[in-house]
Every structure is written in C-alpha cells, then in structure tokens.
C-alpha cells in the first residue's frame, strides 16, 4: 500500500467525543492540530490522524 496516514475526523460537538478521543487515542492516533496541511479548515471538526510505518512494508 501506498499509505502514509490515516485520518479519522467527527463533530467536536459530540456527546461521545471524550470516548472517541480516549478510543482512538489507544489505538495510536494522535490529534491533527490546526493548520495541518492534509487537512481542511474547518472548526467544528476534529482530525486525528494514525501514521503508517513504511519500513514494516518493505520487509
């Protein structure tokens, strides 16, 4: 695969947002601060994003 990140984005208002945080968080993913540039500007949303590693393809 030719994949460096995944993202994952949800509402900032939602009532599950500290779960999906916690969740996703544990699974390795890690919260895109704004002005990232894989990502749109938009302020009700929140980006979190789960680097792939590269070298485990090649092996």
Known sequence: MKVENVFVCFLKNREDRALLLRTFS??????????????????????????????????
């Open 26 to 59: 544990f699974m390795g993913f890690e919260i895109v601060r704004p002005g990232h540039p894989s990502v749109p500007t938009r302020p009700d949303v929140l980006f979190m994003v789960y680097p792939i590693d590269q070298s485990s393809e090649e092996e």
